[in-house]
C-alpha cells in the first residue's frame, strides 16, 4: 500500500467556500481512480506552528505503486489539479509531496 501525503500553500484570499469545493473534488477521486482507497484531508489545525506556511494537506492511499502512478496522469487527477492551481499561492514551494510504502 502506498501513502500519498501532499501539502499546500494555499493563498491567503481562498476562501472557505472554494477550500470545500477543492477538498470534495479531491474526495471524489476515490469514486473514479482504481486502486485510490482513501482520502482524508483539511485545513491545517496545528498549535506547534511547525507547519512553514503549508495550511492545507491530505493523504490518500493506494493499493500499491501501480495504482499510484496510474493516478497521477488520470484524467480526473487533472481535473482536480485545475481546481487546486487556482488556489495555490505563486511561490516555488507551495506544494510538498511525499510518498511511502507500508
Known amino acids: 500500500m502506498i501513502q500519498h501525503v ?5 493563498k491567503p484570499d481562498a476562501t ?6 477543492m477538498d470534495q473534488s479531491l474526495a471524489a477521486l476515490c469514486h ?8 482524508s484531508g483539511g ?8 507547519e512553514r506556511g503549508y495550511n492545507f494537506g491530505f493523504v490518500m492511499a493506494f493499493t500499491d505503486v ?3 502512478d ?3 496522469p488520470h484524467p480526473e487527477h487533472e ?24
Open 16 to 21: 472557505r467556500e472554494q477550500i470545500t469545493v
Open 70 to 72: 496510474n493516478y497521477l
Open 79 to 102: 481535473r482536480v489539479k485545475e481546481i487546486i492551481g487556482e488556489l495555490l499561492l505563486d511561490a516555488e514551494d507551495n506544494v510538498l509531496v511525499y510518498d511511502y510504502e507500508i
Open 66 to 68: 501501480k495504482a499510484r
Open 6 to 10: 501532499v501539502l499546500f500553500k494555499l
Open 43 to 50: 485545513p491545517n489545525n496545528s498549535p506547534e506552528n511547525l
Open 32 to 39: 473514479s481512480v482504481e486502486g485510490l482507497l482513501f482520502y
